[in-house]
């Protein structure tokens, strides 16, 4: 059975300097956590040195996220570039009938199904390692947002949370011993 999420990357290992170039595009339809507003799209290359399996590529998005000062919806669009390494362990069987080469992965997750790359697995650790930490609206923190104030939300960035301007007295600037 073949599933679309996979990419066959075996006659790439088993045939190293061989260069496979795709072109993809996903809406990513398994996460839920993730809102996107255009597919996710790019372009992925693979080659194997015998040792290594090497994977690069460049992807664009457009998300929507939650304004970090007043929790609206905000549009941001997301660029990323992958470098991932791969060890390969066994032989090409390009060089010789014995053996055959496949990649061990050392990740946390599965990110490969034997020589097949799980591409929305990998495209997904991309796009959530880009993403803001804090989103903001078109007010940002310095401007006067209206939805923040009808919240109560009226932190800027400079008042920050209480507890850290109380720890801020602590810390004394130091006299030159000149």
């Given at each position: 059975?073949?599933?679309?999420?996979?990419?066959?990357?075996?006659?790439?290992?088993?045939?190293?300097?061989?260069?496979?170039?795709?072109?993809?595009?996903?809406?990513?339809?398994?996460?839920?956590?993730?809102?996107?507003?255009?597919?996710?799209?790019?372009?992925?290359?693979?080659?194997?040195?015998?040792?290594?399996?090497?994977?690069?590529?460049?992807?664009?998005?457009?998300?929507?996220?939650e304004c970090a000062r007043c929790s609206e919806p905000v549009e941001s669009d997301v660029t990323f570039d992958i470098d991932e390494q791969f060890p390969v362990e066994g032989v090409p069987s390009s060089y010789g009938a014995q053996d055959y080469a496949r990649v061990v992965p050392d990740e946390p997750y599965e990110l490969f199904e034997g020589n097949n790359l799980i591409v929305e697995a990998l495209l997904r650790q991309g796009l959530l390692v880009e993403l803001p930490l804090q989103p903001l609206c078109e007010y940002g923190w310095d401007g006067d947002c209206p939805i923040a104030r009808k919240k109560g939300k009226i932190i800027t960035a400079k008042e920050g949370r209480p507890e850290f301007g109380q720890l801020a007295n602590l810390m004394k600037p130091e006299e030159d011993d000149r």
């Open positions: 059975m073949r599933r679309d999420d996979l990419l066959d990357l075996n006659d790439v290992l088993q045939h190293p300097g061989r260069k496979l170039e795709v072109d993809i595009s996903t809406e990513l339809n398994q996460e839920e956590d993730l809102d996107l507003v255009k597919p996710l799209e790019g372009y992925l290359e693979a080659v194997s040195t015998g040792n290594i399996l090497l994977l690069t590529g460049k992807f664009s998005t457009r998300v929507v996220l």
